[in-house]
Protein backbone atom coordinates (compact mmCIF):
# COMPACT_ATOMS: atom_id res chain seq x y z
CA UNK A 1 0.00 0.00 0.00
CA UNK A 2 1.53 3.48 -0.60
CA UNK A 3 0.52 6.72 -2.65
CA UNK A 4 2.04 8.85 -5.44
CA UNK A 5 2.48 12.15 -7.46
CA UNK A 6 2.10 12.10 -10.89
CA UNK A 7 3.06 15.54 -12.54
CA UNK A 8 1.05 16.46 -16.11
CA UNK A 9 2.55 15.01 -19.27
CA UNK A 10 4.24 11.88 -18.00
CA UNK A 11 3.68 8.77 -19.64
CA UNK A 12 0.51 6.45 -18.11
CA UNK A 13 -0.57 9.41 -16.05
CA UNK A 14 -4.34 8.24 -16.18
CA UNK A 15 -5.31 12.49 -16.50
CA UNK A 16 -3.81 15.55 -18.94
CA UNK A 17 -3.60 16.98 -15.53
CA UNK A 18 -1.33 16.17 -12.83
CA UNK A 19 -2.50 13.61 -10.23
CA UNK A 20 -1.92 12.17 -6.77
CA UNK A 21 -3.28 8.69 -5.16
CA UNK A 22 -2.71 5.86 -3.40
CA UNK A 23 -2.12 1.81 -4.79
CA UNK A 24 -2.99 -1.56 -2.84
CA UNK A 25 -1.52 -4.90 -4.65
CA UNK A 26 -2.50 -7.87 -2.77
CA UNK A 27 -0.01 -10.17 -4.11
CA UNK A 28 3.56 -9.58 -4.77
CA UNK A 29 6.72 -11.45 -6.56
CA UNK A 30 10.09 -12.64 -5.88
CA UNK A 31 10.90 -9.10 -6.06
CA UNK A 32 8.40 -7.39 -3.87
CA UNK A 33 6.80 -6.27 -7.19
CA UNK A 34 2.87 -5.60 -7.10
CA UNK A 35 1.42 -8.10 -9.16
CA UNK A 36 -2.49 -7.67 -8.40
CA UNK A 37 -4.28 -4.76 -6.95
CA UNK A 38 -5.33 -1.52 -8.12
CA UNK A 39 -4.63 2.23 -8.39
CA UNK A 40 -6.93 5.16 -7.91
CA UNK A 41 -5.40 8.59 -9.05
CA UNK A 42 -7.23 12.03 -8.12
CA UNK A 43 -6.16 14.96 -10.30
CA UNK A 44 -6.37 18.42 -9.30
CA UNK A 45 -10.12 19.07 -10.70
CA UNK A 46 -11.32 16.28 -8.27
CA UNK A 47 -11.47 13.79 -11.75
CA UNK A 48 -11.00 10.15 -10.08
CA UNK A 49 -9.25 7.13 -12.43
CA UNK A 50 -8.95 3.96 -11.46
CA UNK A 51 -6.83 0.89 -12.99
CA UNK A 52 -6.00 -2.90 -11.65
CA UNK A 53 -3.22 -4.97 -12.51
CA UNK A 54 -4.30 -8.78 -13.04
CA UNK A 55 -0.57 -10.22 -13.57
CA UNK A 56 -1.82 -12.84 -16.09
CA UNK A 57 -3.96 -10.03 -18.28
CA UNK A 58 -1.60 -7.05 -17.08
CA UNK A 59 -2.77 -3.24 -16.83
CA UNK A 60 -6.09 -3.07 -17.55
CA UNK A 61 -6.15 0.43 -18.59
CA UNK A 62 -7.43 3.73 -16.81
CA UNK A 63 -11.06 4.39 -16.40
CA UNK A 64 -12.64 7.53 -15.03
CA UNK A 65 -15.26 7.34 -12.80
CA UNK A 66 -18.18 9.46 -13.04
CA UNK A 67 -20.40 11.72 -10.24
CA UNK A 68 -23.39 13.67 -10.66
CA UNK A 69 -22.04 16.50 -11.40
CA UNK A 70 -21.11 14.93 -15.13
CA UNK A 71 -24.99 14.46 -15.58
CA UNK A 72 -25.49 18.62 -16.13
CA UNK A 73 -24.89 19.20 -19.45
CA UNK A 74 -24.00 22.91 -20.80
CA UNK A 75 -26.58 23.87 -23.51
CA UNK A 76 -25.02 25.64 -26.35
CA UNK A 77 -27.53 28.15 -28.70
CA UNK A 78 -26.82 28.04 -32.38
CA UNK A 79 -25.36 30.90 -33.68
CA UNK A 80 -27.76 33.25 -35.27
CA UNK A 81 -28.42 34.21 -38.35
CA UNK A 82 -28.60 30.44 -39.48
CA UNK A 83 -27.71 29.50 -43.20
CA UNK A 84 -30.10 29.37 -46.01
CA UNK A 85 -32.45 31.65 -44.75
CA UNK A 86 -33.84 29.47 -41.86
CA UNK A 87 -34.96 31.20 -38.98
CA UNK A 88 -35.94 30.07 -35.29
CA UNK A 89 -39.80 28.76 -35.35
CA UNK A 90 -42.14 31.12 -33.11
CA UNK A 91 -45.15 29.30 -31.49
CA UNK A 92 -48.50 30.64 -31.50
CA UNK A 93 -47.97 32.90 -28.31
CA UNK A 94 -44.94 33.58 -29.56
CA UNK A 95 -42.48 31.34 -27.47
CA UNK A 96 -39.20 30.83 -29.67
CA UNK A 97 -38.19 26.77 -29.91
CA UNK A 98 -34.63 27.67 -29.29
CA UNK A 99 -32.44 25.48 -31.58
CA UNK A 100 -29.51 24.46 -29.07
CA UNK A 101 -27.16 21.20 -28.46
CA UNK A 102 -25.16 19.79 -26.23
CA UNK A 103 -22.82 16.87 -24.81
CA UNK A 104 -22.67 14.74 -22.20
CA UNK A 105 -19.94 13.23 -19.79
CA UNK A 106 -20.03 9.97 -22.42
CA UNK A 107 -19.94 12.19 -25.34
CA UNK A 108 -23.80 11.64 -26.96
CA UNK A 109 -24.76 15.40 -28.49
CA UNK A 110 -28.13 16.53 -28.05
CA UNK A 111 -29.73 19.02 -30.62
CA UNK A 112 -33.02 20.48 -30.01
CA UNK A 113 -35.62 23.18 -30.93
CA UNK A 114 -36.87 24.34 -34.04
CA UNK A 115 -36.91 25.96 -37.28
CA UNK A 116 -39.04 27.64 -40.25
CA UNK A 117 -38.81 29.32 -43.24
CA UNK A 118 -35.52 28.37 -44.79
CA UNK A 119 -34.33 26.13 -47.98
CA UNK A 120 -34.91 22.41 -48.09
CA UNK A 121 -32.44 20.28 -50.39
CA UNK A 122 -29.52 18.34 -49.70
CA UNK A 123 -26.72 20.99 -50.06
CA UNK A 124 -28.89 23.50 -47.99
CA UNK A 125 -26.60 23.81 -45.13
CA UNK A 126 -28.99 25.05 -41.90
CA UNK A 127 -26.07 25.32 -39.09
CA UNK A 128 -22.25 24.04 -38.77
CA UNK A 129 -21.80 21.73 -35.58
CA UNK A 130 -18.38 22.78 -33.87
CA UNK A 131 -15.90 20.62 -33.44
CA UNK A 132 -15.84 18.12 -30.48
CA UNK A 133 -20.24 17.98 -31.31
CA UNK A 134 -20.10 16.10 -34.79
CA UNK A 135 -21.00 13.09 -35.50
CA UNK A 136 -18.48 9.95 -35.69
CA UNK A 137 -20.04 9.36 -39.09
CA UNK A 138 -22.35 11.10 -41.56
CA UNK A 139 -25.98 10.05 -40.28
CA UNK A 140 -29.73 10.86 -40.75
CA UNK A 141 -31.96 11.77 -38.79
CA UNK A 142 -35.99 11.53 -39.09
CA UNK A 143 -38.20 14.28 -37.47
CA UNK A 144 -41.83 16.20 -37.11
CA UNK A 145 -42.34 18.45 -39.87
CA UNK A 146 -45.70 20.93 -40.60
CA UNK A 147 -48.69 19.29 -41.42
CA UNK A 148 -50.07 22.86 -42.40
CA UNK A 149 -51.72 22.24 -46.05
CA UNK A 150 -51.85 18.48 -45.53
CA UNK A 151 -55.06 18.26 -42.94
CA UNK A 152 -54.13 16.09 -40.08
CA UNK A 153 -52.12 13.99 -41.88
CA UNK A 154 -48.90 13.37 -39.59
CA UNK A 155 -45.43 14.66 -41.73
CA UNK A 156 -41.56 14.14 -41.42
CA UNK A 157 -38.66 15.71 -42.35
CA UNK A 158 -35.05 14.10 -43.38
CA UNK A 159 -32.06 15.75 -41.65
CA UNK A 160 -28.02 14.93 -42.36
CA UNK A 161 -25.44 15.41 -39.86
CA UNK A 162 -22.05 15.14 -41.37
CA UNK A 163 -18.64 14.04 -39.87
CA UNK A 164 -18.09 18.08 -40.83
CA UNK A 165 -20.85 19.36 -39.17
CA UNK A 166 -23.27 20.48 -41.14
CA UNK A 167 -26.78 20.22 -40.54
CA UNK A 168 -28.92 20.19 -43.49
CA UNK A 169 -32.82 19.44 -43.68
CA UNK A 170 -32.87 17.00 -46.98
CA UNK A 171 -36.55 16.37 -47.67
CA UNK A 172 -39.82 17.25 -45.94
CA UNK A 173 -43.09 15.22 -47.30
CA UNK A 174 -45.15 18.10 -46.85
CA UNK A 175 -44.78 19.21 -50.63
CA UNK A 176 -46.82 21.86 -49.71
CA UNK A 177 -45.55 23.97 -46.94
CA UNK A 178 -41.90 21.95 -46.74
CA UNK A 179 -39.96 24.93 -44.77
CA UNK A 180 -43.10 26.00 -42.51
CA UNK A 181 -42.31 24.18 -39.18
CA UNK A 182 -39.16 21.64 -38.80
CA UNK A 183 -38.30 20.23 -35.33
CA UNK A 184 -35.27 18.69 -34.13
CA UNK A 185 -34.87 16.28 -31.16
CA UNK A 186 -31.72 14.13 -32.20
CA UNK A 187 -28.95 12.35 -30.40
CA UNK A 188 -25.80 11.14 -31.52
CA UNK A 189 -22.40 9.61 -30.51
CA UNK A 190 -19.24 11.92 -31.00
CA UNK A 191 -15.64 11.69 -30.56
Given at each position: FGTFYSPAGVQDNPSALSARGFYHFTSADSNNKGT?????????????????????????????????????????????PLDNDWK??????????????????????????SITGGKVGFESVVFTLEEGFRPLQSTHFIGVA????????????????????????QYCSNDLNPNEFITFGFRFRTR
Open positions: FGWVIAVDYRNNVFTNYLDLNLGWQGWRRLLTAADEEVKWTKVRLIYNSVDGTPHTLQYSKDALGVVEIIGSSVGKGSTPQIHRTAIGKDGKVCV
